[in-house]
């Protein structure tokens, strides 16, 4: 009986201490995309300028296009969005900017507007300036006219 | 001075008087001019150095009005910080630099003064309610003076348009060909838009020409 116990008992350990080992070795493999201890500040992010010039290509055929200037100092609140200034139809032909497609004035009801609709009015939820930020982690994303289902 | 006796005193103001209008044989003429203009100087330095302490940013942030609205908004925007570390403060923007302009603003200010003691504009929901109005005050300034402030800074003439992005390069070259001043194009650089900005821009185009209306 007593040396049954003992049996279990070492096994026991055997097995916790396994485990402890096997813990540790796996804390040791896996990193925090931080790169940083929990704890401690985060680096801070690096500084990206637009990219401005040239376009970068879009990565799918639906994606909102990148915006090739800043956008930081353009105002979007309920009195007014500085954005339409340039891109809405009339303006857009005396400031050469592209026009907002048809999509943006389509409610949720599918009924077409004369003005771009509250659910596209905040643009910086889809349009964010284009910089070439490198990706944090690898990946294996890519993009869709890479893609071998193109025809 | 005693008022016991009347009369001695009229004696005495007529002799002030009698002074000051004759010709006088103590002091030369030349001695009279210097302390003239040293008196003038003092006086008109002083008087400069008044407008110049009414020529800050503190001064204008001394009113909440213009603290806790404009100012607020201000900060961080281009030009409260940039690159060059060269910064715009509000007179730079809103007080002429010329003379007889500067004055016409600083009496026109007087204009501030009483609206502060009205408290026309003295809650965040009163300066929204006004702002479209003071907004077009000053646009209709700017417009008015080929944007003579925003010119004592930048010049059309020594942007160097290679070095601009690209945007900036397109729309400046053919401005410059239409005659077009800063303001048309840049409202809202130091501020946030008061509500309906963009019809006040068209109205006031049309009233007063300047931007090709769209």
């Not at chain 2, 407008?51 to 281009?78: D, P």
């Not at chain 2, 945007?167 to 838009?193: W, Y």
Request: charged share 25%; hydrophobic share 35%; proline share 5%.
């Amino acid at each position: 009986m007593k040396t049954k116990i003992k049996a279990i008992a070492l096994a026991l350990a055997l097995a916790l201490g396994l485990s402890f080992t096997a813990l540790g070795v796996v804390a040791a493999e896996v990193q925090a995309l931080r790169h940083s201890g929990a704890a401690e500040p985060d680096q801070a992010p690096g500084i990206y300028k637009v990219t401005e010039g040239a376009k970068l290509e879009r990565a799918y055929r639906q994606q909102p296009p990148l915006v090739p200037h800043p956008t930081d100092k353009y105002e979007i609140d309920v009195k007014v969005n500085q954005c339409l200034r340039c891109h809405e139809w009339p303006y857009s032909d005396q400031e050469k900017a592209p026009k907002i497609s048809d999509l943006h004035y389509i409610d949720r009801n599918g009924v077409r507007q004369d003005t771009v609709n509250g659910n596209r009015y905040f643009c910086k939820q889809c349009h964010v300036p284009q910089n070439d930020a490198k990706p944090l982690v690898e990946n294996k994303f890519q993009a869709a006219t890479t893609n071998t289902n193109i025809r | 001075m005693s008022m016991e006796n009347p009369a001695e005193n009229q004696g005495l103001l007529r002799e002030w008087w009698a002074a000051l209008t004759r010709p006088t044989s103590r002091w030369s003429l030349g001695a009279l001019l210097v302390i003239g203009i040293g008196i003038g100087v003092v006086g008109w330095g002083g008087f400069n150095w008044m407008l110049e302490l009414t020529n800050t940013e503190s001064f204008c942030l001394s009113c909440h009005e213009m603290e806790q609205n404009v100012y607020r908004e201000y900060r961080g925007s281009i030009h409260d910080s940039n690159r060059s570390g060269v910064r715009a403060t509000c007179p730079d923007c809103h007080v002429p630099r010329p003379w007889f302009y500067k004055m016409k603003r600083k009496i026109q200010a007087s204009n501030e003064v009483l609206h502060k003691i009205l408290g026309s504009i003295d809650t965040r929901e009163k300066f929204e309610a006004k702002r479209i109005e003071l907004a077009k005050h000053v646009w209709t300034a700017m417009k008015e003076t080929d944007s003579r402030e925003c010119r004592n800074c930048h010049n059309f003439g020594a942007f160097d348009l290679t070095r601009q992005q690209a945007r900036a390069r397109n729309r400046h070259s053919e401005a410059e060909q239409q005659g077009k001043t800063c303001i048309d194009c840049h409202k809202g650089i130091a501020h946030q838009l008061p509500q309906g900005a963009f019809k006040a821009e068209r109205e006031l185009n049309e009233s007063m020409g300047g931007a090709v209306k769209p």
